[in-house]
């Protein structure tokens, strides 16, 4: 699945028109992580893979190293299977953002939506996530949401929106300045 177009008026993904495609299908593919990724009280498995019963070990474990989430993981006492506390207490911000980001990837998601995913975090954790998404972008379709500049260096196009509307659009030199 590829970017969204608007041609003549209607939206095409992949050159199929939005109308004619399988929503279920189409939605199924997205991945979507927050601004806070919320965890649930349970294991780092069930918060990424939510519990569903067609998702074992190995799908889990690659997708927290796709997210950079392995090395924290591993090191602890019970790894996937630690409890994560309540709300991910447990955790540190980047490491829940990480998780998050393993979640939206568990399912094999061919666009991902970061929505401010790095806000609340420190610029050493942020640079860490950007790396990881980066690694990520050359398989997948990456949509980062952010008011942090320094989030959207590394991204290959920059739409720049004031006022609802765009103001600007190009590479993120040209959108962002040097």
């Known amino acids: 699945i590829g970017l969204l177009h608007p041609v003549h008026g209607s939206v095409l993904i992949d050159k199929v028109p939005l109308q004619d495609l399988d929503m279920l299908r189409w939605r199924r593919s997205i991945g979507y992580v927050p601004q806070e990724t919320v965890l649930l009280h349970d294991s780092i498995f069930n918060n990424v893979s939510l519990a569903d019963p067609e998702i074992g070990e190995v799908d889990v474990v690659s997708a927290l190293q796709a997210a950079e989430a392995w090395a924290f993981t591993e090191k602890l006492p019970e790894g996937i299977h630690s409890n994560v506390g309540e ?3 447990k955790l540190s911000g980047g490491q829940r953002q990480r998780i998050g980001i393993a979640r939206a990837l568990y399912k094999d998601a ?5 929505d401010e995913a790095t806000s609340a975090l420190d610029n050493l954790t942020e640079q860490a996530i950007i790396d990881a998404i980066g690694g990520l972008s050359k398989s997948l379709t990456i949509i980062m949401i952010a008011h942090r500049l320094t989030t959207l260096k590394t991204c ?3 739409i ?7 103001a600007s659009d190009g590479p993120p030199q040209l959108v962002l300045g040097s």
């Open 156 to 158: 290959s196009r920059v």
């Open 160 to 166: 720049r929106l004031l006022h609802g509307s765009v």
């Open 87 to 89: 709300r991910g207490g």
């Open 110 to 114: 061919n666009v991902i939506i970061l």
